[in-house]
Nanobody, 122 residues
Framework: QVQLVESGGGLVQAGGSLRLSCAAS????????MGWFRQAPGKERDFLSE????????RYADSVKGRFTISRDNAKNTVYLQMNGLQPEDTAVYLC???????????????WGQGTQVTVSS
């Protein structure tokens, strides 16, 4: 079992930056790929980025490529999402998740955090 807790969300002006963190419990963190998703009210959950078990491979959605950077520190059982150039359309609840498969599909992710709110003002 893996428990995930996101943090680092908040209110930021357009063009600003935030760094989200996702802390995992237990000793199984290093056996999972990690992903970030977001969901706005009334909309579907969208894939943002994922990183492989070792951290050697990453993948990004086109909407955030060049603005967001995913990383992980296995010694700290933590994955990060550095978000630069934030825009109002980035406003959503951001969630981290883990998967044993290398996939951008939410259905392949096994465990999810509770989410952290990111709000970007114009």
């Amino acid at each position: 079992q893996v428990q995930l807790v996101e943090s680092g969300g908040g209110l930021v002006q357009a063009g600003g930056s935030l760094r989200l963190s996702c802390a995992a419990s237990g000793r199984t963190f290093n056996n999972y790929n990690m992903g970030w998703f977001r969901q706005a009210p009334g909309k579907e959950r969208d894939f943002l980025s994922e990183i492989s078990v070792s951290g050697s491979s990453t993948r990004y959605a086109d909407s955030v490529k060049g603005r967001f950077t995913i990383s992980r520190d296995n010694a700290k059982n933590t994955v990060y999402l550095q978000m630069n150039g934030l825009q109002p359309e980035d406003t959503a609840v951001y969630l981290c998740a883990v998967s044993r498969a290398w996939s951008s599909q939410s259905r392949h992710y096994d465990y999810w955090g509770q989410g952290t709110q990111v709000t970007v003002s114009s």
